[in-house]
């Protein structure tokens, strides 16, 4: 036989067997039904391709000892486990996947499930052209274009490509910029391209910078009377 409990606690069960002459026997037990536990999911509604995102389980109303299982997809495989994950999303976008945490209580065997809709968005496509090479005392004229994503873009620039986008460097929505290189040498300037979601790209180009040319020695050979 089966039995759902509705509520928790334990409960005493007799069983009574009777055989087919009229003999009777008795067994008592007791069933203990522990509370249902709670399950959460907290992180992010959206994100882009390719950007892990952080998401964190919490699991209440159990002994406080869980495995936690992750299914990116909710396909029925789980991907990820641990309280903790950092969850890439890699399928063509614009798409909205649905995140399934499964936890279970490792001292009860309760089992419980939530899930959580994830919106995935495409990365802006970035273009960066230059007028190098250049002389030392000219201007790096730069010119960016971008496309896809979802528009509304804003561009920031290092000259140097250091990996680290300064605010000096940041142009706004100005796509077409100048830059002086004070000294002659090889460069790798950098645009970093965000769309109004939060989704980037970035591109980068070489700058070459020449001291130009320098004239010297020219001698005069004029005759006067």
């Given at each position: 036989v089966n039995r759902a409990y509705t509520h928790d606690g334990t409960y005493a069960v007799r069983l009574r067997t009777t055989d087919n002459l009229g003999c009777v026997n008795t067994d008592?037990?007791?069933?203990?039904?522990?509370?249902?536990?709670?399950?959460?999911?907290?992180?992010?509604?959206?994100?882009?391709?390719?950007?892990?995102?952080?998401?964190?389980?919490?699991?209440?109303?159990?002994?406080?000892?869980?495995?936690?299982?992750?299914?990116?997809?909710?396909?029925?495989?789980?991907?990820?486990?641990?309280?903790?994950?950092?969850?890439?999303?890699?399928?063509?976008?614009?798409?909205?996947?649905?995140l399934k945490l499964q936890i279970e209580d490792l001292i009860t065997g309760c089992i419980q499930s939530a899930t959580k809709n994830v919106s995935i968005y495409a990365n802006p496509v970035v273009n960066l052209n230059s007028n190098s090479p250049v002389c030392v005392d000219i201007n790096s004229d730069f010119i960016a274009s971008a496309s896809g994503g979802s528009g509304s873009y804003t561009?920031?620039?290092?000259?140097?490509?250091?990996?680290?986008?300064?605010?000096?460097?940041?142009?706004?929505?100005?796509?077409?910029?100048?830059?002086?290189?004070?000294?002659?040498?090889?460069?790798?300037?950098?645009?970093?391209?965000?769309?109004?979601?939060?989704?980037?790209?970035?591109k980068t180009v070489g700058v070459k910078v020449s001291t130009g040319i320098v004239l010297s020695g020219i001698a005069s050979n004029t005759m006067t009377c």
């Amino acid at each position: 036989v089966n039995r759902a409990y509705t509520h928790d606690g334990t409960y005493a069960v007799r069983l009574r067997t009777t055989d087919n002459l009229g003999c009777v026997n008795t067994d008592d037990f007791t069933v203990t039904i522990h509370p249902n536990i709670t399950a959460s999911i907290a992180g992010p509604n959206a994100g882009c391709i390719d950007e892990p995102l952080a998401f964190t389980a919490t699991a209440g109303n159990g002994s406080g000892s869980y495995r936690y299982l992750w299914d990116k997809e909710n396909d029925g495989s789980f991907d990820f486990n641990g309280q903790f994950v950092s969850i890439p999303y890699t399928t063509s976008p614009p798409v909205v996947k649905t995140l399934k945490l499964q936890i279970e209580d490792l001292i009860t065997g309760c089992i419980q499930s939530a899930t959580k809709n994830v919106s995935i968005y495409a990365n802006p496509v970035v273009n960066l052209n230059s007028n190098s090479p250049v002389c030392v005392d000219i201007n790096s004229d730069f010119i960016a274009s971008a496309s896809g994503g979802s528009g509304s873009y804003t561009y920031e620039w290092d000259w140097v490509y250091s990996g680290t986008f300064s605010s000096d460097y940041n142009s706004g929505n100005n796509n077409t910029v100048s830059h002086h290189y004070g000294s002659a040498g090889n460069y790798t300037a950098a645009v970093r391209v965000t769309d109004n979601l939060g989704c980037s790209a970035m591109k980068t180009v070489g700058v070459k910078v020449s001291t130009g040319i320098v004239l010297s020695g020219i001698a005069s050979n004029t005759m006067t009377c």
